[in-house]
Nanobody
């Protein structure tokens, strides 16, 4: 059974930091891109950051310089270090993993809530 287990969300004050983690299990195929998306109330889901199996990272302009994505290929985990958080970062954050079989297969986590508020 495929599982993406996210952790690390919570309430933080503006200017604070949080670290999100996602552990993938039960996936029988090679993992390609891993990443984080977020969805704020009333808005569409958007890419926050992604990272390839080779370590190439891609960031949304709104988080560049503040967020850092990393992955552990041996453990099938991906993490997102979020610094200098502001209220606009408040959202549900979702882990996304793409596995490569005969075609690509996309898996999503259930999401973890990040609230930035004073």
């Amino acid at each position: 059974q495929v599982q993406l287990v996210e952790s690390g969300g919570g309430l933080v004050q503006p200017g604070g930091s949080l670290r999100l983690s996602c552990a993938a299990s039960g996936i029988l195929y090679r993992l390609s891109v891993m990443g984080w998306y977020r969805q704020a109330p009333g808005k569409e889901r958007e890419l926050v950051a992604s990272i390839t199996s080779g370590g190439t990272a891609n960031y949304a302009d709104s988080v560049k310089g503040r967020f850092s994505i990393s992955r552990d290929n041996a453990k099938n985990t991906v993490s997102l270090q979020m610094n200098s958080l502001n209220t606009e970062d408040t959202a549900i954050y979702y882990c996304k993993v793409v596995a490569i079989a005969s075609a690509s297969i996309t898996y999503w986590g259930k999401g973890t809530l990040v609230t930035v508020s004073s």
